[in-house]
Each structure stands twice: as structure tokens, then as C-alpha cells.
């Protein structure tokens, strides 16, 4: 059997992996030149972390995590206004939790591939014809099984399903990410995750090594365009949040090292139409606020390239993942939309206010895994089941 997986991510490369190991040829293919650099740190817990467990990658993804010893706000004048030990995060997940760049994570993924899959950059799908699969330089490929895991603006889904336009949720949220190297403001933010502590917008960092400090940036807006200029906009839209945020901005490096996209979410009514389907955020986006989408495509990938696995035929088995995986992601997607957001990102003082002192409450006994269980949620069937 073979398979042409578009999206060299998370998602594309936990099925490239999987695939393999169930004795697939895979070819996986992404438009971008190389790895990607860009990207902000995740905490990866929850289906994902079981699915790499599974694996066999645990340990792994350790190796690669970064270490974090403490969450906390920080108002205008750099002063802290909440912690929380992040002990308490890994006791409520019972130590099934790591905090990793996202570029970290898609490298540990791409050194687990074995050497026979066919992994090209800067190649992307050009054509699905009822007979094979027609690439960006040319080549065709008569494969058994086409996955578009290429993200939420989907090459393979506007092949298969039609434009972005008929499935993308603006959240009415902008986000930002790059890299910096400042010594000072490392030794501010070594070992911890640091964030504002402001309305309708918010800068976090972190350290990471060789006094390189992580940002990533969330910002309101009704607007989905995108602008022509990401590091323009960030300049412009944190301006006036504290020394902190100055100095981030004022390193920020050239819109082409920026990630930069709007918060949103994919709702479509189906993910697979014979032997086309979708994994991840190209399937079921749930968005920077759900703060589970890297998780969530790594766990439907393994989902996927196990019920293919036992079902015998590839649409049987895609229409399977589907029903076994849909209730999973479009719960996360609703408790983003309905709960998470205000939460994430006040729209008042009252509101930041009551996020504040919630954090507060999680340090007093009794009341941290009742607290810390709506932000890490562990309600959902295990990957072990969904996959059988």
C-alpha cells in the first residue's frame, strides 16, 4: 500500500511514521524550503502524549522538552502578580505533561522516520486526479491513500473539499511567534513561562538556550486578514506593555523568521471522501486558545494509521478514524469557543481579575487538581481505545 501525506508537521509525521511501521510506502511531501524554525513553546499533554508513548517516544520527547519550574503574569511595571509552581500542572496530568518548542517536537518526529520514506521540501500536491496524485514538480504518484496534513489553509482540502472560506471559524484573534537573543531578558525568563498580565492582548516568553528567549504574542482583533508586514504589526499592536515587551519587540527579527496567523478553527462536515483524508489542524483546527491542537494531530494521526491498519479497505478505515476521532476534536473545539477564551484573553478587569485570583486559589490543598483539571483536561476515551 502507499501513501502521499502533504504536511511535514506534527500530524504528518506521526502518520508517515506510523504508516511505515504497518509496512505502508509513504511519501510525504511540504511547500515550505526546509524544517521549519519558526514556532512557540506548547505544554504536550493529553492524546498526543499517549500516542507518543505508544510509540515508543516517551522518553524521547523528554530529551527534547525544556525544562519549567513556574507559570506567572507579570503587570506593566515587570512586577509579578501570579504564580503558580508548574508542579501543580504535572501532578494533575500525573507527570504525563512536557513543555516543548514546537520546532523541538517536529525534529524529534522527523529523526524517528525511518530512511525509506521519501520526505521532499518545498513540493506540495498540485492535482488529485481519480487516478493518482500529481505534484508541484511534476511527479505522479498512484497512491493508495492521499492525507492532507498540511495545516489549516489546506492544499489537499481545497483540492478534495473546496476553498478555506467554506470552513475557516475566525476567533477574532491574531497571533504572533519568533526568537530573540538577549542575555538579560533570558535570565529574567530562564525557567519559566512568563506573561502578561493585560486586556485583549498578551505577550508570553520563555527561555530557552544560548540566551535565545521565545515569544509569542495574542492579540484581538475582527479582522482575519493577514498583514503584509507581521513584525510592523506586533510592534505596533503590544506598544506600551512594560520594558519586557519593548525590548522583545525591539529585537524582533525580519517578517520572514516571524510566525504570524490569525486564531481560528476548522469546522467541516466530513474529513474523508475515499481515499482522501485529513489529519490535524487541516482537519479539525481547534485553535491557539484550546492550547491542544499539536496533541490533538499527533493522537489522530496515530488513530488514523491504526483503524487503516485493521479495517480492510482504506475508505472503511478513513471513514472509521472519522467517527472514532470527530467527538474527540469537536469537543475540545466547543469548550474553545464557549469557556476557554476569556479566560486566555480578558475582555475585562473583572474578568482578569477572576483569572488571577484562580491561579491563586490552585496553591491551596485540596483545590489544585479541581482548579488545574479544566485547563489540562483528561475526559476524553484513551488513544488505546480509539485505535482498537
Not at 475566525?170 to 530573540?180: E, I, K, R, Y
Request: glycine share 10%.
Amino acid at each position: 500500500m502507499k501513501a502521499l501525506i502533504c504536511g511535514a508537521g506534527i500530524a504528518g509525521l506521526v502518520l508517515g511514521n506510523r504508516l511505515h511501521h504497518h509496512g505502508w510506502e509513504v511519501h510525504l511531501v511540504d511547500h515550505v524550503p526546509g524544517p521549519r524554525a519558526q514556532g512557540y513553546m506548547i505544554d504536550f499533554f493529553g492524546p498526543g502524549f499517549e500516542a507518543l508513548t505508544a510509540m515508543g517516544l516517551q522518553s524521547t520527547l523528554r530529551e527534547f522538552a525544556s525544562p519549567v519550574e513556574e507559570f506567572c503574569y507579570i503587570n506593566g511595571r515587570g512586577r509579578k502578580t501570579v504564580s503558580v509552581d508548574y508542579a501543580l500542572f504535572s501532578k494533575a496530568l500525573d507527570g504525563e505533561i512536557a513543555s516543548i518548542m514546537r520546532p523541538a517536537l517536529e525534529r524529534m518526529l522527523r529523526e524517528s522516520l525511518a530512511d525509506e520514506i521519501d520526505l521532499r521540501y518545498g513540493t506540495t500536491v498540485d492535482r488529485i486526479d481519480d487516478d493518482k496524485a500529481v505534484l508541484s514538480d511534476g511527479t505522479a504518484i498512484d497512491a493508495d491513500l492521499i492525507v492532507g496534513a498540511d495545516g489549516v489553509h489546506s492544499r489537499v482540502r481545497a483540492l478534495a473539499f473546496g476553498g478555506e472560506h467554506h470552513y475557516l471559524r475566525h476567533l477574532g484573534m491574531h497571533t504572533g511567534a519568533f526568537v530573540f537573543t538577549d542575555p538579560e531578558v533570558y535570565e529574567q525568563v530562564r525557567g519559566r513561562f512568563v506573561l502578561t498580565e493585560t486586556l485583549n492582548r498578551q505577550m508570553g516568553f520563555y527561555g530557552l538556550d544560548d540566551d535565545r528567549v521565545a515569544v509569542f504574542a495574542v492579540h484581538r482583533t475582527p479582522d482575519p486578514a493577514l498583514p503584509e508586514d507581521p513584525r510592523e504589526t506586533l510592534r505596533h499592536k503590544y506598544a506600551g506593555m512594560g520594558d519586557l515587551a519593548e525590548r522583545a519587540l525591539a529585537q524582533c527579527p525580519p517578517p520572514d523568521q516571524v510566525y504570524y496567523d490569525q486564531v481560528a478553527q476548522i469546522d467541516m462536515p466530513g474529513w474523508c471522501d475515499g481515499r482522501v483524508t485529513l489529519v490535524g489542524d487541516a482537519a479539525h483546527a481547534v485553535s491557539l486558545v484550546a492550547g491542544q491542537g499539536a496533541s490533538l494531530g499527533a493522537a489522530g494521526a496515530y488513530v488514523l494509521a491504526e483503524r487503516l491498519h485493521r479495517s480492510p479497505s482504506v475508505p472503511e478505515g478513513v471513514a472509521d478514524y472519522e467517527r472514532r476521532w470527530r467527538p474527540v476534536t469537536a469537543a475540545v473545539q466547543m469548550a474553545a469557543r464557549d469557556r476557554v477564551t476569556e479566560w486566555f484573553l480578558p475582555t475585562s478587569s473583572a474578568k482578569l481579575l477572576l483569572r488571577r485570583w484562580g491561579f491563586r486559589a490552585m496553591r491551596l490543598p485540596g483545590l489544585d487538581r479541581l482548579l488545574v483539571g479544566p485547563l489540562f483536561p483528561k475526559d476524553h476515551r484513551t488513544v488505546a481505545e480509539l485505535s482498537t
